[in-house]
């Protein structure tokens, strides 16, 4: 019996956690549900990119001649990076002008919405109950780890992508593209050309999103997890002789998985602005 309710104590902490603040009075707990707004993924991720907009900014109006600080150093490391990536990726000059600082948006915007979940997991959520006077109330801290987040973002891919094939290719000769490609220009072969095409542009469109969503989703519930075996004492509400040695578990294991998540947040902001770059150049790309 106890055990039963334990896992269901630890179940009811996993649900918890995983519920946004909506604007509806009903909790939501689908992963998959466009039927109403997450409050928390659409503010917190509008004041991270302000945050990083700021701190770009700030880096440039900080630029001297002289001897950088480490900060502005780290910035310009950054950026000759991404310029040096999309020179090898984006072979038109006056499309780079916008590009460039795109990639370089939204590496840094991804980043610092993945960072978040570096976090204590009870941090935000106990913070946002201190703040609204409700022990219930929800919150996710991690935009990313909402789908609808990084679907947005690869959606705004997306419609670059087709201004882009039309920008440079104009639009009838991109309509000719999509009809005479990959198969050739028989008209016969016009509808399988098109559909290969329009499947081709959803299927990167979600799979750029889902990438982005599933890593940091993941590592939001592996904290999760880690959490719960520090706690298993408050969920028992007694001390028993494992609690101990568990404790100290959730310790080496939170600070191993920590490290380790600093290279996958990294990693996933860089595929992500990566892919974002390969997808544009091919736009400007003739088949």
Excluded at 19 to 44: E, G, K, M, R
Excluded at 91 to 97: D, L
Excluded at 151 to 160: E, I, P, R, Y
Excluded at 255 to 269: G, M, R, V
Aim: with cysteine.
């Amino acid at each position: 019996m106890a055990t039963e309710q334990n896992a269901n104590a630890a179940a009811e902490y996993i649900k918890h956690h995983l519920v946004h603040l909506s604007d509806q009075a009903t909790p939501q707990t689908v992963i998959v549900d466009f039927s109403y707004l997450n409050l928390d993924s659409i503010v917190i991720s509008i004041l991270l990119g302000a945050l990083g907009c700021f701190f770009l900014w700030r880096a440039a109006r900080k630029a001297t001649s002289g001897v950088p600080t480490r900060f502005l150093a780290a910035v310009e490391i950054l950026i000759e990076f991404v310029d040096g990536l999309s020179k090898d990726i984006i072979h038109n000059a006056q499309s780079r002008k916008v590009l460039a600082p795109l990639a370089l948006t939204l590496f840094v915007w991804i980043f610092l919405m993945n960072a978040l979940d570096l976090f204590p997991v009870d941090g935000f959520p106990k913070l946002w109950q201190l703040i609204t006077g409700d022990s219930h109330a929800y919150l996710r801290a991690v935009p990313t780890a909402d789908i609808n987040v990084p679907l947005a973002l690869a959606l705004g891919v997306l419609l670059l992508c087709l201004f882009y094939n039309i920008k440079i290719k104009g639009l009838g000769g991109w309509l000719h593209e999509m009809l005479t490609a990959p198969f050739g220009k028989n008209p016969i072969l016009w509808i399988p050309n098109i559909i290969l095409n329009l499947i081709e542009f959803v299927s990167k469109t979600v799979s750029h999103g889902l990438r982005l969503f599933g890593n940091m989703y993941a590592g939001e519930l592996v904290f999760m997890l880690i959490a719960l075996l520090g706690g298993a004492w408050m969920v028992s509400g007694s001390i028993g002789i494992l609690d101990p040695f568990l404790f100290i578990m959730h310790l080496i294991s939170g600070a191993a998985w920590t490290i380790f998540h600093i290279l996958i947040i990294t990693l996933q902001a860089f595929i992500f602005m990566i892919l974002a770059l390969v997808y544009l150049g091919q736009a400007h790309d003739s088949h």
